[in-house]
């Protein structure tokens, strides 16, 4: 004890043993400086940087372990060694650099007897097709590197090599089959079988692949162990990534302030390490202020996860939505589906956003198809006899979506009711919260006040407390509680007195009929909400002017092509602020300001305040003109929409 105490190297070698990192990077820095270190225990030291944050050095110090190996003539080591330099530089996206350091590891061990650094360099080949998405040649890698592994005793080479394999499984839909390679692996790194570096690949990679699948309650459970292993190790770096995964869970239950300060303090110890986790990082704090209405902090969250590589969708495109920038949100989200390589999990993930964006476009059929495809998945990706809760969840939602849009009452009411429980189920406050506010949507249209109060009223109690801003303010405003903003639309037949004259009773009843349905079905096709019908013509309500020019400008052509029997109808609109009362209808100045600029249209014509228009119309407009409005002190500038 007493030799190991008075040398900084016999020391060292101990602290290594140990995984006393910190320790062990003091002694062996000093015993390196007196020039006593061999290969191994460079790299040790080297073991020693990296764990403490030093990752630079580490990757230098194995380079010089590498090039100490080869003059010691261990070719296996210096291949073993090529192979982590590899992929310290792959975790930092220096692709061309990684791909030389296992071009060299190939050549190394090309003419040798198959060993340990053969498994090593096969389980980077399988990483690497994994990522890739070429999993028929990631699984032979794979099971090289477990062959191998089991064949010379390398515990943590099996184990490292098992639980990609169960991933993989998982991504390919043998869930069961994965499931159990993914518990084969993480008994071994629970039961301390593992060195550290293994243990944390082994934990990392199970919880990813238990969110990827939506088994929230498995992701948990194993955060929760791979934290309690993170929190008893005195480095830093690795244990960033456990902190992204503890913020994922804390986010789905509620816990926002505590999640944000997971996520970017694990942002910042997982830089230098890894680019592609950090980019998660990003992106999960992105996803929070999102939630919370903090929308310029979240978009320059989004911008830091693109930069480092993550597709920052369906994020960004719900932010867009929340803008109010539907066709921006289309797009974006459309092209983000668009992507051949995207494997039926992170189609998964991103289909809810489809459905909800499609929905604010009155784009239904597109919605429904999502719908359908998200089903799909949920089935092929089952739990046993049943489907992941998050997959579950998100289904049964998107048909309480699609549902309210198409007032399936009956419908809407039963896929919600099974959202609510479901989300409940899994305790994540804010998706329940979701379902119970479109639920009472649902009791509204079905004449049920007081059920769709007291829904609302669950919902916004539960926004409130998570600091969900704008999903509150939506909450209020269907309570009545406080203003909304719209655009609003009013159209009316003109001189309907003589057209009944005209064609008599009958054909204009007749023809009635046919207009009510067919500018019902127009509004609702471009996300508008019909408030009231006027007798002659619609009260309409849409989240933005586009889509509510859409919807005017699609009024009028199918008018045209019905002629000569289609009515003359006018259009005015006009975006401001209203009550939302308790009977789903609006009060307040936005509202009379559009019913009078509906007044001042002609018959064929669309009517709008120039300001309703600031985000712009694929629409030509005519020049402005200056009106005064009946009950407003200041005159206002209206455009015609040219819809043909």
């Known amino acids: 004890m007493t030799q190991v105490a008075d040398d900084p190297l016999a020391a060292g070698r101990e602290a290594v043993r140990k995984h006393a990192w910190r320790e062990a990077y003091e002694l062996l820095q000093s015993a390196d400086a007196a020039g006593r270190l061999e290969a191994e225990d460079l790299e040790g030291l080297a073991e020693a940087a990296w764990w403490t944050g030093r990752l630079d050095e580490a990757i230098g110090l194995r380079e010089r372990a590498h090039a100490a190996s080869l003059e010691a003539g ?56 994994l990522d890739m998405g070429e999993l028929d040649t990631a699984s032979r890698e794979l099971d090289r ?47 301390g079988e593992l060195r550290p570096l293994a243990t944390g690949l082994v934990y990392c990679v199970t919880i990813h692949s238990c969110q990827a699948l939506g088994d929230c309650g498995r992701a948990a459970e ?21 902190r992204i995964h503890r913020a994922e869970i804390l986010r789905l239950r509620g816990e926002w302030p505590q999640a944000e300060e997971q996520a970017v303090q694990a942002c910042d110890e997982l830089q230098e390490y890894n680019r592609f986790v ?50 921006a949100a289309s797009t974006a989200i459309k092209r983000a589906l668009a992507g051949e390589s995207l494997d039926p999990l992170a189609r998964a993930r ?22 359908d495809e998200l089903e799909g998945i949920a089935d092929r990706y089952r739990l046993g006899e049943r489907r992941s809760p998050s997959l579950e969840g998100a289904v049964k939602l ?12 009956e419908g809407a009411e039963n896929a919600l009711r099974a959202a609510r429980q479901t989300w409940d189920g899994v305790g994540a406050p804010y998706e ?29 109690a539960t926004f409130e407390r998570l600091g969900a801003a704008l999903d509150l303010q939506r909450a209020s405003e269907l309570l009545g509680e406080s203003r909304t903003r719209r655009t609003f639309m009013f159209t009316d037949i003109v001189d309907s007195t003589k057209l009944v004259e005209v064609l008599g009773e009958e054909k204009w009843r007749k023809l009635l009929t ?61 975006t401001g602020g209203a009550f939302h009362k308790e009977d789903a209808d609006y009060a307040g100045q936005g509202v009379h300001m559009a019913a009078r600029i509906g007044a001042l249209a002609g018959g064929g014509e669309i009517l709008v305040s120039r300001d309703s228009l600031d985000g712009g119309t694929r629409f030509s407009l005519s020049e402005p003109r200056l009106e005064a409005l009946k009950g407003f002190d200041e005159p206002i500038e209206l455009v015609a929409v040219d819809w043909r």
Not at 294 to 322: H, I, N
């Open 514 to 574: 046919w207009h009510d349905r067919k500018l019902r079905e127009l509004i609702e096709q471009a996300g508008g909400e019909v408030i009231k019908h006027t007798g002659d013509g619609y009260f309409a309500a849409f989240l933005s002017p586009v889509a509510a020019v859409e919807a005017a400008a699609g009024i009028q052509r199918a008018l045209d092509e019905h002629e000569p029997l289609a009515p003359d109808v006018r259009i005015g609109m006009h």
């Open 278 to 327: 950090t980019a998660g990082g990003f992106y999960e704090i992105g996803e929070i202020r999102r939630r919370r209405g903090d929308f310029s902090a979240a978009e320059e969250s989004y911008r830091k996860a693109s930069d480092l590589g993550r597709d920052p969708q369906p994020g960004l495109a719900l932010l867009r939505l929340a803008q109010g920038k539907v066709d």
């Open 350 to 371: 991103r289909l809810p956003a489809q459905i909800e964006i499609a929905l604010a476009a009155g784009e239904i059929r597109r919605a429904r198809e999502a719908a």
């Open 74 to 129: 261990d070719t296996q080591r210096a291949a073993l060694l090529a192979v982590n330099v590899a992929i310290d530089h792959a975790n930092r996206a220096a692709m061309s650099v990684a791909g030389g350091w296992l071009a060299r590891a190939e050549r190394l061990l090309a003419n040798e007897d198959e060993g340990i650094a053969h498994g090593y360099l096969a389980l980077a080949h399988g990483m690497s097709f």
């Open 145 to 191: 590197a477990q062959d191998i592994g089991a064949r010379f005793g390398d515990r943590n080479l099996e184990a490292m090599a098992l639980v990609f394999k169960g991933t993989l499984l998982v991504s390919k839909g043998e869930v069961t089959e994965g499931l159990a390679l993914l518990d084969e692996a993480t008994a071994a790194a629970v039961g």
């Open 398 to 409: 998107a048909r309480g979506q699609i549902g309210l849009a198409e007032h399936d009452w």
């Open 432 to 460: 329940t919260a979701q379902a119970r506010l479109l639920l009472g949507l649902v009791y509204r249209g079905q004449g049920d006040e007081d059920g769709a109060r007291e829904e609302l009223s669950a919902a916004k």
């Open 222 to 242: 194993w955060t929760d162990v791979a934290n309690r292993w993170c929190d008893r190790l005195d480095v830093t770096g690795f244990p960033g990534a456990c």
